[in-house]
């Protein structure tokens, strides 16, 4: 690869005659024996002769005396040769016209001449994979198309430029290259429209340069080194592009100043962004991009499918970052001095923190208008103080139809003054405590529902108090009493005409005397009973719930032989039994049928 300054360190110093200040090497000491000029002035009137006569593999300085050169050149293969004109101190003086086939290999520079592109547009135009170095120091370009239109130079070849403006072209995008050659830009201006978007795939380098085309690299070899430059369309960098992007300026209008699509990490650092396209930096990275300092002078988006780190943006105007992913330490206003301001500008919601971890803000956080933890949780590790001014009602939950959870599962929260809930207040594992006196609707405005949105139970009171209820107490599917008692101080348990009365659950049992039934509620059956007239006969119901003489039961009595007149004799309860003697009527028929007890026990 050849640099800038060792194709300048070839040329030879100029010599100064005849007073005129300017710098000539013709006159009367030809510096070369390929010197192209007029008839009688050099010795080849065409570039191509002179080529022709170095030959392939070949070296020689060719020398252009001022005038117009149209021919396409063909540079043999392997040639090391120069280009020059020294007959001004700029270029143009020598203008080559055409389109060139540059050689395979070799080296070839040029100085200080100008160059018009020919019926291709482009100025050097080849389909081969070459290798050979090619560089334009202090040249001038007009063309209609690429400089360099070679697709398949290998990354062993070159193209260096240096010194130059692309002046006068109606399009120009610099280089056109897939296959990896090394592109070097000192001090230029280049680069024309957007119809030929600057491509290229090897180590590429801009500095102090000025590029008016879109520029796109690709591959997997491809990296960037731009330093102080400046660029006015869209850079794209797909493939495994790499590199630093160092003291630079991009102002691209209404289009991206940067698509980063690569798989590799690319740096950006004190780089100067104004782009009024939203987002200012786009694409859909697998590598990061790195961002050491950026300055958005206009729209600040950054595309949420690039991947960034170590950030530090800074813009004259109001940061956005819509989506964005930034996997080290973000800080914000770490010297304190004034109030951060996130999301006031705009009507959506700003997101803080992530999925996987915390997101620590030391300090106060004020919403302006809501605080809302879309998946997580917003947990204050210390005391957390909600509206302790006292100015204004403090709402919690009230946009959405989710559940507000407050507290946690080993601590308390406690709520100085009113919690009210605008729809329902609900404890999901544990319960909601209220130490002192708790009132529920005191205004008695509407009707107050407590459990009726869920299938579980709705647990009121506690194991060593009462809860008093002033009013009518209305359970839409049941109302019961875990461990202590309903009781109705002064009212009644009433069943309602469309109720179904008061339900209770049976115990049930059957056969011979005697039958178990440890129930306060039952039913007992027993079978094989054969009572004669005007005689006695003692059936024994054996059950828990019955703990002495003292113990009230409600019993009724059915089935009976036709003919007979069973009915309940006496009933005798002792410690976990029920004696029943059942009588049959003088004169009556013996009863053999079974005899069912339906019984309630009272106290």
């Not at 016209?97 to 080296?107: D, I, K, L």
């Not at 160059?115 to 007009?142: E, M, Q, W």
């Not at 828990?544 to 036709?562: D, H, K, P, Q």
């Given at each position: ?14 010599i ?8 000539t ?5 030809p ?9 009688n ?10 080529l ?10 060719i020398?252009l ?24 101190e ?8 055409g ?18 592109a020919?019926g291709?547009?482009?100025i ?38 240096g ?7 109606t399009a ?10 090394t ?32 520029v ?10 731009f330093?102080?430059s400046?660029?006015?369309?869209t ?20 289009t ?7 798989s590799?990490n ?24 790195n ?6 002078m ?8 690039v991947?960034?780190?170590?950030t530090?943006?800074?813009?004259t105007g ?9 996997n080290?330490?973000?800080n ?7 109030v ?29 208008t809501?605080?809302v ?6 947990t ?13 009602v ?5 946009g ?30 544990g ?17 107050t529902?407590?459990g009726t949105g ?7 009171g ?8 002033t ?16 009781t ?5 348990l009433?069943?309602?005409a ?12 059957s ?9 306060r ?19 024994t ?16 009595m059915?089935?009976s ?33 079974d ?9």
């Amino acid at each position: 690869m050849v640099s800038l300054n060792s194709a300048i360190d070839t040329l030879p110093l100029p010599i100064t005659y005849g007073g005129t200040g300017r710098n000539t090497y013709i006159a009367l000491y030809p510096p070369s024996p390929y010197v192209v000029g007029p008839v009688n002035f050099g010795g080849y009137q065409t570039v191509q002769a002179a080529l022709t006569a170095i030959g392939p593999g070949g070296s020689g300085q060719i020398w252009l005396l001022p005038g117009t050169y149209t021919e396409n050149l063909v540079f043999p293969n392997g040639i090391n040769c120069s280009i020059i004109t020294g007959s001004d101190e700029s270029a143009g003086s020598a203008v080559i016209v055409g389109t060139h086939t540059p050689p395979a290999t070799g080296n070839v520079v040029t100085w200080r001449v100008a160059f018009t592109a020919g019926g291709s547009g482009h100025i050097f135009d080849s389909a081969v994979a070459g290798s050979a170095n090619l560089t334009f120091v202090h040249n001038n370009f007009i063309l209609n198309g690429y400089i360099f239109n070679l697709p398949n130079w290998t990354s062993a070849g070159s193209c260096v430029i240096g010194l130059m403006a692309d002046r006068s072209s109606t399009a120009s995008g610099i280089i056109n290259n897939t296959a990896g050659t090394t592109f070097l830009s000192f001090e230029n201006t280049l680069g024309v429209g957007n119809t030929f978007p600057m491509i290229a795939s090897g180590f590429t380098l801009f500095e102090v340069s000025n590029v008016s085309c879109p520029v796109g690299l690709s591959g997997a070899g491809a990296s960037i080194n731009f330093y102080d430059s400046n660029f006015f369309a869209t850079v794209t960098l797909g493939g495994a592009t790499s590199g630093f992007f160092v003291n630079s300026y991009m102002a691209t209008g209404a289009t991206a100043a940067l698509v980063y699509n690569s798989s590799a990490n690319t740096t950006l650092s004190n780089v100067i962004i104004d782009s009024s396209n939203n987002p200012a930096i786009d694409g859909t990275s697998a590598g990061q991009l790195n961002i050491g300092s950026i300055t958005f002078m206009n729209n600040s988006t950054i595309a949420g499918t690039v991947t960034q780190t170590n950030t530090s943006v800074f813009q004259t105007g109001t940061v956005r970052a819509t989506g964005s992913s930034v996997n080290g330490t973000v800080n914000i206003n770490t010297s304190g001095a004034g109030v951060t301001t996130i999301g006031t500008g705009g009507t959506g919601a700003v997101n803080i923190g992530n999925a996987t971890g915390n997101t620590a803000v030391t300090g106060s956080l004020t919403a302006s208008t809501g605080l809302v933890a879309t998946t997580g949780g917003i947990t204050a590790t210390g005391t957390s103080n909600i509206n302790t001014s006292g100015a204004a009602v403090t709402s919690i939950g009230t946009g959405g139809t989710g559940a507000t959870n407050i507290g946690n599962a080993t601590g308390n929260t406690a709520v100085t003054g009113s919690l009210t809930a605008s729809t329902g207040l609900v404890a999901t594992t544990g319960g909601i405590t209220a130490t002192g006196t708790s009132n529920i609707n005191t205004s008695g405005a509407a009707v107050t529902s407590i459990g009726t949105g869920g299938t579980g139970a709705t647990n009121i009171g506690n194991a060593t108090g009462n809860t008093a209820v002033t009013g009518s107490l209305t359970a839409s599917t049941t109302l019961t009493a875990t461990l202590g008692n309903i009781t109705a101080t002064n009212g009644n348990l009433v069943a309602v005409a469309a109720g179904t009365g008061l339900t209770l659950p049976v115990g049930t049992a059957s056969g011979g005397t005697p039958q178990i039934v440890n129930a306060r509620v039952g039913s007992v059956t027993f079978t094989g009973v054969s009572i004669a007239a005007a005689a006695d006969l003692t059936l024994t119901l054996t059950n828990s719930t019955i703990t002495g003489a003292s113990t009230r039961v409600m019993l009724t009595m059915s089935g009976s032989t036709t003919g007979s007149a069973p009915s309940i004799k006496s009933i005798t309860p002792s410690g976990g039994s029920l004696a029943i003697v059942v009588t049959n009527g003088t004169g009556a028929t013996t009863t053999t049928a079974d005899i069912t007890f339906d019984f309630i026990v009272l106290n």
